[in-house]
């Protein structure tokens, strides 16, 4: 799922291409994208980009009149930019948002279509799509811990919960987490002031270097690979590859469709996390730390 990074160099090219343009036409690939149906999506035809902005991952194009187009791109969502008397776009596509500019092109891989568009009137109405998580880099270390402990979460868990937190997502908290020598699944409530602050302190530079990276990445141009897998993260991703501050292998925990990678040395002592699923298959057999790891990988490779 693109999260703050991306999405914020995908609207800043945005900006820079229809800021100040007339939206023309909307052609839907699949009426399942659009979840609303008041105000009628013919109504943002023909008004003007006043501006663009974020909200926590989702885009959102401010027209005249107080009509906002909101889009979740979701896990799979994608969006491709053609210039003006370029061909159109094939029936991949969700959704074309034509301007004079050129034409804005959703895609989304895979068979569940999860993206969305909502068009409201009105403040209110777009406040209603604001999930309230704050802005890690626009807040202060006071407000963050207020955030951070106003319930007893894992620490994953807080970092991507919207409410909480704005933009950050299941790559971008692992990140985080390695940055600041933290474990996934420590409670909130339970690390001290010094250990806050360097979760503060991480959460700002790895949201911040990576806008810029993106930014650097894609220039003047349009972001054409936008992907929760880079090969410059340091542990996302990057199930067994050597840690780049230790070089211990990187460990994951699965569960569900999402995992969660990172660094026993680094983050949890040594100890490995429990993997839900394969955790409960191997029981006592379970390895508790890297060594005890090791040695079960090499047991099995002289079997």
Known sequence: MPELPDVTVYIEALERRVAGRRLERVKLGSPFLLRSVEPPLDDVCGRRVEGLRRLGKRIVFELEDELFLVLHLMIAGRLRWREAGTRPPGRS??????????????????????????????????????????????????????????????????LTDPRLFSGIGNAYSDEILHRARLSPVRWTTR??????????????????????????????????????????????????????????????????????????????????????????????????????????????QTT
């Open 93 to 158: 596509a969700l959704a074309a948002f034509e301007f004079d500019s050129g034409t804005l092109v959703l895609t989304e891989a895979g068979s569940r279509k999860r993206a969305s568009l909502h068009v409201v009137r009105g403040a209110a109405a777009l406040a209603a799509h604001d999930p309230g998580g704050m802005e890690v880099r626009a807040d202060d270390l006071d407000g963050f811990a207020r955030r951070l402990r106003a319930r007893n979460h894992t620490l994953k868990r807080a």
């Open 191 to 300: 690390l001290d002031d010094a250990e806050v602050e360097r979760l503060h302190r991480a959460s700002v530079e790895v949201l911040e270097s990576w806008v810029q990276r993106l930014r650097a990445e894609t220039g003047e141009g349009f972001p054409s690979k936008v992907t929760a897998f880079r090969e410059d993260m340091a542990v996302h991703g990057r199930h067994r590859q050597p840690c780049p501050v230790c070089g211990s292998p990187v460990q994951r925990i699965v569960y569900a469709r999402s995992e969660t990678n990172y660094c026993a040395t680094c983050q949890t002592g040594g100890k490995l996390l429990a993997d839900r699923a394969l955790s409960r298959l191997m029981k006592q057999d379970w390895p508790r730390t890297l060594e005890e790891l090791e040695a079960l990988r090499g047991a099995d």
